[in-house]
């Protein structure tokens, strides 16, 4: 083959051919991308879902020593206003015998001054035993929260002291919006 033919052969410019393949293969690509999107798209929480992800709360209408449940994906959150004296007693337990060792600090969330506030106490109103729904308002030999169904008993900030339970009661993921309205979710 001579200089002249190679030159000829790798020197080929782009044919109406070449332009009609691409733009086929650009169109193919897009139509797939569009005929899947609506199956990908099902595949996100529906509005009734993403309404029930977050709660809202005012948390100063709850009178210092009680507590609400509210309602967070389906399961209930307890939210206690604690006393002096609970907030004490938490915190005079020494961590190393716990079963789940938390202190009590570890269980709050910074409000937006960064400071926390140790009178509230947000945590899953569900034993991590069986998922049953502890009593509370000074329930069992610790002062907080008891099960009925196999006899957990959990302190005033929620940690398991006694019974089968194997873990704490959960601290949902929450956030203060302001002094008096905290966001679960």
Request: charged share 20%; with cysteine; proline share 9%.
């Amino acid at each position: 083959m001579s200089d002249a033919t190679a030159g000829q052969i790798g020197d080929q410019e782009p044919t109406r051919r070449d332009f009609i393949h691409i733009a086929a293969g650009a169109a193919v690509v897009g139509g797939g991308v569009l005929a899947l999107w609506p199956f990908i798209d099902q595949m996100n929480p529906a509005a009734d879902t993403l309404a029930l992800s977050t709660t809202e709360v005012d948390i100063s209408q709850i009178p210092v020593g009680s507590q609400i449940t509210v309602s967070w994906r389906g399961k209930p959150v307890f939210i206690r206003h604690r006393t002096e004296e609970e907030i004490a007693e938490a915190n005079a337990v020494d961590v190393s015998s716990l079963r789940d060792p938390q202190t009590d600090d570890e269980r709050l969330v910074p409000d937006p001054e960064g400071a926390l506030r140790p009178e509230i106490l947000v945590m899953e109103g569900v034993c991590t035993h069986f998922g049953c729904v502890p009593l509370g308002d000074g329930a069992g030999p610790f002062d907080g929260w008891f099960c009925p169904c196999h006899g957990s008993a959990y302190d005033t900030s929620g940690r398991i002291r006694q019974g089968p339970a194997p873990l704490n009661l959960p601290v949902p993921p929450y956030a203060y919006l302001s002094d008096n309205v905290i966001r679960i979710g």
